[in-house]
């Protein structure tokens, strides 16, 4: 416990101090000012449980010394005792409008003083102790929030594990279009927990690719266009698996199976969506996905070289891909091989 005494007067100091330490436990810090400035500084750099002022004083009279506390401690969070003379009501009157708690008059009497005091100290304790309360009840509340988001994470990375059994793209193609795409949605200036989100709810852009056939799957080589209308049908499948949750990042992860396939010039699929029609983290996914697709091997295809891609992806600039994303993306080329080099496919 920490209080605060200032007046000019360093009889009445003594005198206020004597009464306080009797009221208070041993080991109360009670720090006295003659000089309202210096007191004014103490209190700007602490948080006293108390402060007991005096009204008339050079250089800072009471209520300017009221008024300058409360711009750092607010009046339920310090009390604030003013000592004023007994005829001084408008002064009273402007303390409370600057923020006093309550008052004291002179000459000091014990017996107002000491319920008063009291009467402060046990109001601090209450509010001490609900801020407290509330601080405790915050790192509860973050630790389990932790915990949701961890179970969800893990819900997905199951979910894009399961696919990956039946999808000849390897593990690595997911982790390195699921960074891909955080490279660009922070290039682009998207807020961070979306950003993280998108990290993760990435893995199941393709989790609709449970529904289609093996023959149809791993078929090595061109799709006829029958084959390939079932093929596309990933996109709604992953979108049915997903929809409804009440996860934040399990709506994101059917929001990106349903749209990741669209082009922003309206010829994808499956919905035929065009430009800004196409949600954002469905065109930050696209370039993302068709970057390490092209240049990943697969059954029905060798993988591209890099310059290839890379041409291929430039060229599609306004037509598969939305400008701005692919803006964000080579702007950030050295981050991109980073990851690729980061998250090899094994049998590299």
Request: hydrophobic share 40%; proline share 5%.
């Amino acid at each position: 416990m920490a209080i605060a005494i200032v007046d000019d007067t360093p009889l009445n100091l003594t005198l206020i101090q004597a009464l306080v330490r009797k009221l208070t436990p041993a080991g109360t810090e009670i720090v006295c000012f003659t000089s309202p400035v210096e007191g004014l500084k103490w209190c700007e750099t602490h948080e006293p449980d108390l402060v007991i002022v005096d009204y008339m004083m050079p250089d800072l009279n009471g209520i300017e010394f009221i008024n300058a506390v409360r711009r750092t401690h607010p009046a339920d969070v310090v009390p604030v005792l003013m000592v004023t003379a007994a005829h001084e009501k408008e002064i009273r009157y402007q303390s409370l409008t600057a923020g006093a708690n309550d008052f004291l008059t002179k000459p000091i009497d014990r017996h107002e003083f000491d319920p008063r005091v009291r009467t402060m100290l046990a109001l601090r304790n209450s509010h001490t102790r609900l801020r407290n309360w509330n601080d405790d009840l915050q790192t509860e509340v973050n630790r389990q929030t932790a915990d949701i988001v961890a179970r969800e994470r893990e819900t997905i990375a199951r979910l894009a594990r399961a696919a990956e059994f039946r999808d000849p793209e390897t593990g690595a193609h997911i982790l390195r279009m699921a960074h891909y795409s955080e490279l660009i949605a922070r290039r682009m200036g998207l807020e961070d927990e979306l950003c993280e989100r998108l990290l993760s709810a990435a893995h199941m852009h393709d989790v609709g690719k449970v529904g289609t056939p093996d023959h149809i799957l791993l078929k090595p080589g061109r799709l006829t266009d029958e084959e390939m209308v079932i093929m596309r049908r990933h996109a709604t499948i992953g979108y049915d698996i997903l929809k409804g949750s009440s996860s934040p990042m399990i709506q994101l992860a059917a929001e990106i199976a349903l749209s990741h396939h669209e082009k922003f010039n309206g010829t994808g699929y499956p919905s035929g969506l065009a430009g800004e029609a196409i949600p954002l983290v469905g065109r930050i996914v696209a370039v993302a996905d068709v970057f390490d697709a092209l240049t990943s091997a697969r059954p029905y295809k060798p993988a591209w070289e890099i310059g290839r891609a890379v041409d291929f992806l430039k060229s599609e600039r306004g037509q598969h891909f939305d400008p701005a994303c692919i803006d964000a993306f080579f702007d950030q080329w050295v981050e991109v091989l980073a990851v690729r080099e980061r998250f090899q496919d094994e049998e590299e």
